[in-house]
T-cell receptor, first 111, second 114 residues
Framework: RKEVEQDPGPFNVPEGATVAFNCTYS??????FFWYRQDCRKEPKLLMS???SGNEDGRFTAQLNRASQYISLLIRDSKLSDSATYLC????????????FGQGTRLTINP | NAGVTQTPKFQVLKTGQSMTLQCAQD?????MSWYRQDPGMGLRLIHY???????DQGEVPNGYNVSRSTTEDFPLRLLSAAPSQTSVYFC?????????????FGPGTRLTVT
């Protein structure tokens, strides 16, 4: 089983729709969680960190469910510019300075 | 600040050749790392460093060497290139000596081994 698993998609949704992705992780001792965004042929960039209490940044909401070992990303009122690949990232146990990336979920917003 | 820079942007190697991918950052970040990205595989960690003089292996270290003689530079050496090393390579850095903070990625090096 992969350490971090994501549905690769692609997800094709109309502009203005709400879309949600989940990501599961296998190591229950994982410490930190992130969502990164990667545009085609570009480098990944941090979208948001994911906190235990959940957090929101504008149209984006991230949630962490430790009991079920998954994190989620919700995008409301999607824009054409949201088209990208979204990477789920998990940091391992304390002292292990390694990040594990999911394979990414590809999202296309259609006009 | 230039952020994280990588050279070259593109490279074609023949099997058995060696080369060094360069990575530099001007943000005084302690943590630096190298990833490779292959279709359907996501980014996989090759090597990382929590500070000058300290390096450690990631998930896929075989065939690669690193060194960290300065805070700014973290070169990745391919010892004897193989077609399986055809990939996009990203260097990243973050503040402090941990992986707990935002990773800043360079623009990537697209490597083809024939």
């Amino acid at each position: 089983r992969k350490e971090v698993e994501q549905d690769p998609g692609p997800f094709n949704v109309p502009e203005g729709a709400t879309v949600a992705f989940n990501c599961t992780y296998s190591n229950s001792a994982s410490q930190s969680f992130f969502w990164y965004r990667q545009d085609c042929r570009k480098e990944p960039k941090l979208l948001m960190s994911v906190y235990s209490s959940g957090n929101e940044d504008g149209r984006f909401t991230a949630q962490l469910n430790r009991a079920s070992q998954y994190i989620s990303l919700l995008i409301r009122d999607s824009k054409l510019s949201d088209s990208a690949t979204y990477l789920c990232v998990v940091k391992g146990i304390q002292g292990a300075q390694k990040l594990v990336f999911g394979q990414g979920t590809r999202l296309t917003i259609n006009p | 600040n230039a952020g994280v820079t990588q050279t070259p942007k593109f490279q074609v190697l023949k099997t058995g050749q060696s080369m060094t991918l360069q990575c530099a950052q001007d943000m005084n970040h302690e943590y630096m790392s190298w990833y490779r990205q292959d279709p359907g595989m996501g980014l996989r960690l090759i090597h990382y460093s929590v500070g000058a003089g300290i390096t450690d292996q990631g998930e896929v270290p075989n065939g690669y060497n690193v060194s960290r003689s300065t805070t700014e530079d973290f070169p990745l050496r391919l010892l004897s290139a193989a077609p399986s090393q055809t990939s996009v390579y990203f260097c990243a850095s973050s503040r402090s000596g941990t992986a707990s903070y935002e990773q800043y990625f360079g623009p990537g090096t697209r490597l083809t081994v024939t």
